[in-house]
T-cell receptor, first 116, second 115 residues
């Protein structure tokens, strides 16, 4: 079955340090991969996406993600974390050439806590 | 920057009552979606809508649910007879087209509480 895994419920990092939020997906065709962020009492805000091309994708607020086909991963990264990055992060996948043409399949989410 | 808006932000209803959740997608978008997130669980796809008809729906989207685009701006989700297990955050999203891998932009959500 098509699925997305975010193996960490929470990631803790000190401000100024690099951060990584992990995401892996099940193999099925050529997926499109997305990261969204959710701040308290807010909706899901788009950060970045991988469709094709360069495996390193840059997005909003200094975030980037690397698509690794051999490891079926799409980890979110930032070189220097800010306290304001503290939020809930969701990885999502879309499989446009198989069943579920439009729908996003979400991971369970990872709570990022950046400490001063 | 254009945004998806949703009303109300919080809806409390009694079990068995009908509710209508409203969304205003981004104005030039053509595809509309509803997702829900039960507290502590994943965000789940419910339905997608294009050209005034459902293009895809999940097994969650049973006969109790319906969607409509009553005019040129609103997109609604109706639950005919709410159950306790319908309590969740409901997110509306829109995208320009599914012909290209366009990004889905989400609204702030409506928290539905069924008592």
């Amino acid at each position: 079955a098509q699925s997305v895994a975010q193996p960490e419920d929470q990631v803790n990092v000190a401000e100024g340090n690099p951060l990584t939020v992990k995401c892996t997906y099940s193999v099925s065709g050529n997926p499109y991969l997305f990261w969204y962020v959710q701040y308290p009492n807010r909706g899901l805000q788009f950060l970045l996406k991988y469709i094709t091309g360069d495996n390193l994708v840059k997005g909003s607020y200094g975030f980037e993600a690397e698509f690794n086909k051999s490891q079926t991963s799409f980890h979110l990264k930032k070189p220097s974390a800010l306290v304001s990055d503290s939020a809930l992060y969701f990885c999502a996948v879309r499989y446009p050439l198989s069943g579920g043409y439009n729908k996003l399949i979400f991971g369970a989410g990872t709570r990022l806590a950046v400490h001063p | 920057e254009p945004e998806v808006t949703q009303t109300p932000s919080h809806q409390v209803t009694q079990m068995g009552q009908e509710v209508i959740l409203r969304c205003v997608p981004i104005s030039n978008h053509l595809y509309f979606y509803w997702y829900r997130q039960i507290l502590g669980q994943k965000v789940e796809f419910l339905v997608s809508f294009y050209n005034n008809e459902i293009s895809e729906k999940s097994e969650i989207f049973d006969d109790q649910f319906s969607v409509e685009r009553p005019d040129g701006s609103n997109f609604t989700l109706k639950i005919r007879s709410t159950k306790l297990e319908d309590s969740a955050m409901y997110f509306c999203a829109s995208s320009a087209t599914s012909g290209r891998p366009d990004t889905q932009y989400f609204g702030p959500g409506t928290r539905l509480t069924v008592l």
